[in-house]
Structure formats: C-alpha cells, structure tokens
C-alpha cells in the first residue's frame, strides 16, 4: 500500500565507497524528484525526472547519478562517497501539475558517511 | 535572499493557544504555496495547499496568503503536543515543475 517507497531506509558507509538508493512509486505520478536535507532541516532539490526524461539537474556534484529506468523508479547511485554526503535523501513524487498537487514523499533514507 | 524563508524558531506556544508560522517568497512567479508537517525522524508530509489571497481552513488549520506582501502563514488553532514538529513552507513556480522550500520553523507545543 506504501505510495512512495525507498530503499534502504538506513545506509552507513565509509568514504571512497558507492552506494545507491532506490525509489519506487505506486501513484501513477509522473514526475519524480530526489531531495537531500541537511542537518537544519533545509530541503534542496538535486534531480527531477518526468516519465523517466531528465528535467531537473541542479548544481550537483557528478559524483551522483540518477537513473529512472521507467516513470515509477527513480534510483540514485552515488560514487566515492564523501564525509558532506551525510544527509537524509528523499525521494518524492507529484503528478503533471506541481503547483496544483504538490508532492508524495518517501521515508528517506539516511545517509552516513564514516 | 532566498527564494522562501521562513523562521527557524524554536517557536513554542502553549497547549491550546494558537500557533502562528509565517513564511515570505521573494519570487512573485510563484503559484502556490504547500505547508508540510515533518515529525522527527519522518518523512514531510503535505497539510496544506493554497493558491488564492485570502485564507482556507481545513480543520484546525487555517493557511492565509497575501501575495501583494508576499506573505503566507499557518494558523492551528487549540495547538495540541501532537502538533509539535517542524513545518516547512513551499512554493510552486510557475513552469518550474517543483517546489521550493524553506528551512522550516521548528513548533513546540507545551502541555
């Protein structure tokens, strides 16, 4: 039943390695995002995929790498992690009109990097 | 400036009482505007949504919105210690296709 749901919901890590987070949604949206909040709560989008076309690639460091291999998974692979990628990650999901509906969030998943 | 700001707080009101949370967009392309609930540990989740001046309640919760001051607020009314959480504000851009937050306000409820 769970709407938007990511994996996993825990994930530590030490520096160097990759790692990758998986999003899935069962709403039929169309459009999915990748947010990362930092520790005072600040939400910052990274990347926003529509029926899986890149629309969204904000200033991000090309350590991270999204994939949407069709409109209801959304996954984010991130290389040679560093000590600044702690955060939690959401993923989040809306239909065609943004501005109309807002978004479905997933549970996060909380990144630590050691 | 940041395209939406809000006061981090903490706020903290008294059980009962009403809390008020305020929030300011510098963008006037903005469309509409999202409160979000995001208890410790959990995920945000949508509370709501307004687009037009004036206020909308639902429940306890009244949203106001002047777009001349580009200003939006929350009221909740007989707060209750459940209400206690950080509350994020939200604009949509038009032609953006996404929402823009702020740092949100951290609320205290006190019994």
């Known amino acids: 039943d769970t709407a938007v749901s990511q994996t996993p919901k825990y994930l530590v890590t030490q520096m160097g390695n990759d790692k990758s987070i998986k999003c899935e949604q069962n709403l039929g949206h169309d459009t999915m995002y990748w947010y990362k909040q930092d520790s005072k709560k600040f939400l910052k989008i990274m990347f926003s995929y529509n029926n899986k076309e890149l629309i969204i690639n904000e200033t991000v460091p090309n350590r991270f790498s999204p994939k949407s291999p069709d409109k209801a998974h959304l996954n984010l692979h991130i290389n040679s992690l560093e000590l600044g990628d702690s955060a939690v990650y959401f993923c989040a999901s809306s239909p065609r009109s943004v501005s109309l509906y807002g978004y479905t969030f997933g549970s996060g998943t909380r990144l630590t990097v050691v | 400036q940041k395209e939406v700001e809000q006061n981090s707080g903490p706020l903290s009101v008294p059980e009962g009482a009403i809390a008020s949370l305020n929030c300011t967009y510098s963008?006037?392309?903005?469309?509409?505007f999202f409160w979000y609930r995001q208890y410790s540990g959990k995920s945000p989740e949508l509370i709501m949504f307004i687009y037009s001046n004036g206020d909308k309640e639902d429940g306890r919760f009244t949203a106001q919105l002047n777009k001349a001051s580009q200003y939006v607020s929350l009221l909740i009314r007989d707060s209750q210690p459940s209400d206690s959480a950080t509350y994020l504000c939200a604009s949509a851009i038009q032609g953006a296709q996404k929402l823009v937050f702020g740092q949100g306000t951290r609320l205290t409820i006190n019994p």
């Open positions: 963008d006037r392309g903005s469309q509409s």
